[in-house]
């Protein structure tokens, strides 16, 4: 299987012409391209998506049926896997939590092919108990594979304990046929078998189907036999009587018949409707994180270059070629064609919305709360941190309105720009940004005095 970037596509099956198969084949190939289409960076991020989608394309197109055999821990489902399978072909074991990995054992003898595609074959796969202790990573494995198979297998060998119950809620939200499987039954007398059957068809209601209710046992225990000879004496012989899973078979093959094609088309397309969405808000994240690392280095520099050279209160907000290029590259990381023009008239606008017309107001109260924080010693620091700090303030809220802006397709939206611009100043921790950005020019004061050029 290729990991890489650009993934092969595999051609399109010949002899399928059903509409929802085509669709979703359509569907796998174009969240592919999307993948395609992203930044070094999102495919980084995306590898393991990608390879799963992949893998979902192959499935879709050599026609794959994957059935997931899902339950706690010891309720049969390896021992029913290698009694569907006629083989010993999964480990089966007294103790608890025996199964650790995901296994895909291809099931040859059910007979059943997706019409119309040669290669197609149906694959059981084994899953660790859902309750193992201290396996909580592979019972999310196990999660993962039920949401990837097109159908599910529930086994459970007694009534529904609370666990079992919220993971057959959460897979009946998924919307794939699941079959419960009631195992064991050798276990149990024939009227405990009809009560337990009609207790898991009550509480089961809405979720799994009474007829998806079939009873099994896949690996019963020996029972005593007694032999009788021919001189009329008899022994006893403890032996292993053959898995009963006829019922179990018979209603897998009825889901497979009726259904097969359409279930693969259905899970291919809404498998790759997820991947399309979480590159969606993977990209969208990337770029948030970017504009956001972007306002703060914009307000660092605004901070520093103020509190050297402290300049007329009018200057320090807003004003200043700093906010426009930092507006300016916002837009570019929105993907927003901008003139340096209507950077500044945009900057502008936010410092108006913010109703720092009388820019000295933020100032004198930046001066208000840092003469409470700063105990230096250092005459000039009094003086250039608190300015400084003030003016890195003022651009970090004209970079996040402008964020706001360009993430809503250049415009304020509804709300107009000085609810936006409201919001963002209650939302923002103005004590911590303005201590932080006091922390970096102190950085660089001390950086500039060792390096003499503050005498
Ligand atoms: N009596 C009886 N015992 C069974 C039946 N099926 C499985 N068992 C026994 O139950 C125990 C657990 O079986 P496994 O197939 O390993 O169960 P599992 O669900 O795969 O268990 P984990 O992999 O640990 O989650 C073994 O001792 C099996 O022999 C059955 O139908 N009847
Ligand atoms: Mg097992």
């Known amino acids: 299987m290729s990991t890489d970037s650009s993934p092969e596509t595999t051609e ?26 992203c930044s070094d960076q999102e495919k980084d991020l995306l590898r393991r998506d990608l390879r799963q989608m992949q893998e979902m394309e192959s499935k879709l197109t050599t026609g794959r049926v994957e059935i997931v055999v899902f339950g706690e821990i010891s309720t049969g489902k390896s021992a029913l896997i290698n009694a569907l399978v006629g083989q010993a072909v999964t480990e089966v074991d007294v103790q608890g939590g025996w199964t650790r990995e995901i296994w895909h054992v291809a099931w040859d003898g059910c007979g059943y092919r997706i019409p119309g595609l040669g290669s197609s074959e149906v ?13 909580a990573h592979r019972g999310e494995m196990a999660q993962d594979a039920a949401r990837r198979s097109d159908m599910i297998l529930f086994v459970t060998d007694s009534d529904l304990n609370e666990t079992e119950f919220s993971a057959l809620v959460s897979l ?23 009560r337990l059957h009609e207790v898991l068809s009550q509480r089961l209601d809405g979720i799994v189907q009474s007829e998806n209710i079939v009873e099994t046992s896949a690996d019963p225990r020996e029972v005593e036999y007694i032999v009788e000879k021919a001189d009329g004496s008899s022994s006893s012989q403890w032996r292993k009587p053959n898995p009963n899973i006829e019922a179990l078979q018979l209603k897998m093959l009825e889901v497979l018949e009726k259904d097969g094609l359409a279930l693969l088309a259905l899970n291919a397309a809404m498998y ?39 300049a007329p209160i009018a200057d320090v907000i ?35 919305a913010a109703g720092w017309v009388t820019l000295g ?12 924080a700063v105990t230096l010693g250092w005459g000039s620091v009094l003086t250039v941190l608190p300015q400084g700090a003030a003016a890195g303030y003022g651009s970090y809220v004209v970079g996040q309105a402008a964020k706001y802006y360009f993430e809503h397709g250049a415009s304020w939206g509804s709300e107009g720009p000085k609810s936006v611009v409201q919001k963002i100043l209650n939302k923002t921790d103005r004590n911590s940004v303005i201590q932080d950005l006091k922390d970096e020019i102190l950085k660089k004061l001390r950086i500039n005095q060792h390096a003499g050029v503050n005498e």
Not at 12 to 37: C, I, M, N, W
Not at 173 to 186: G, S
Not at 361 to 372: D, N, P, Q, R, Y
């Open 172 to 194: 009946a939200a998924v919307n794939k046929p699941i079959i419960l499987v009631l195992n064991k039954i050798d276990l149990f007398s024939p009227d405990q078998r009809k």
């Open 123 to 135: 694959v059981l796969i084994d899953t660790p108990g859902i309750n193992e202790v201290g396996g």
């Open 272 to 310: 790759s409707a997820d991947k399309s969405d979480r590159i969606a808000s993977l990209k969208l994240k990337i770029r948030n994180d970017r504009a956001n690392q972007h306002i703060w280095g914009y307000a660092v520099v605004k901070a520093t270059t103020v509190a050297f050279n402290p």
């Open 12 to 37: 399109p099956p010949q002899h399928v012409d059903d509409e929802r198969y085509l669709d979703a084949l359509t569907s796998v190939r174009k969240t592919l391209d999307r993948f395609r289409g």
């Open 361 to 372: 107001e933020l100032t004198t109260h930046a001066i208000m709360w840092s003469l409470k």
């Open 318 to 352: 807003g004003g200043g070629a700093v906010d426009v290029a930092m507006v300016w590259h916002l837009a570019h990381i929105y993907g927003i064609e901008m003139t340096w023009a209507n950077a500044e008239k945009l900057v502008k606008s936010v410092v108006q």
